[in-house]
């Protein structure tokens, strides 16, 4: 009898303890609460985040008072930017327009004749050339006009005179500390075929200057040199006093 309750007793306590084994919850040290988004395992991949094209571009290089052009690019002249003027810049006072008498002259030394401009200087001491001044000078230059007739080879021709125009600008822009040229155009002078240009320059003081060059290829295997010089804010008036120089232009 006692053996069959011990036997009966020790079945019992094996059957708690198998009931307190079943209820006791599994452990897993390698679980991951998923509450918490920084807790990532240590084998999972690096998140990567979108890609943004912008973070290749250059920052804001925006320079104030420099000029772009329609693809944002900074345009320069050379190594300055090139400025603009502003839409509401101030037209400049134009200078009133000068009067000139006229009186009909022979150049004996040209064998050509025309109306200079009364007053003027007359320098005839050079050979083929004659130099007329303007005995008034405005705003720091007194204005000249020269003619000169020169020989040239036999086989030179019309085309070869603007290229002796191109070389009498660059003679003279050497005077100047800036100086800029329009292109060659076609202009008789004593009705004979030739090429003018204009230009504008200023002194190394900063006064400007303004002009022409007319040259024309005359028979005789001879050019006509006519040099217009000028201050740079009356160069209308002293261009119509070349232009009544030349259509009065005759050979003796």
Partial sequence: ????????????????????????????????????????????????????????????????????????????????????????????TPKPALAFGYTLVPFENLGIQFEAPQGWYLDSSAPNSITLLDPNTYDGVQASLSVSITQVDKDYKL????????????????????????????????????YYNRYNATTVDGVAVAGQVRIALLDDNRIITVILTAPGGYINSYEDLLNHVRDTMKFL
Avoid: H
Wanted: hydrophobic share 35%.
């Fill in 1 to 92: 009898m006692k053996k069959r309750i011990c036997l009966l007793l020790a079945l019992m306590m094996t059957a708690v303890l198998l009931c307190g084994c079943a209820s006791t919850p599994e452990s897993n040290p390698a679980a991951v609460p998923q509450n918490d988004p920084l807790a990532l395992p240590t084998d999972a991949p690096a998140t990567e985040l979108p890609y943004n094209p912008l973070d290749e571009e250059d920052g804001d290089t925006y320079v104030p008072g420099a000029v772009y052009d329609e693809f944002g690019n900074m345009m320069y002249a050379g190594a300055t930017p090139i400025p603009l003027d502003p839409v509401n810049m101030p037209t400049a």
């Fill in 159 to 194: 085309s070869n005179v603007k290229q002796t125009l191109n070389d009498t600008l660059k003679e003279l822009s050497r005077n100047y500390a800036t100086w800029t040229q329009r292109q060659a155009a076609s202009r008789t002078l004593l009705k004979k075929d030739g």
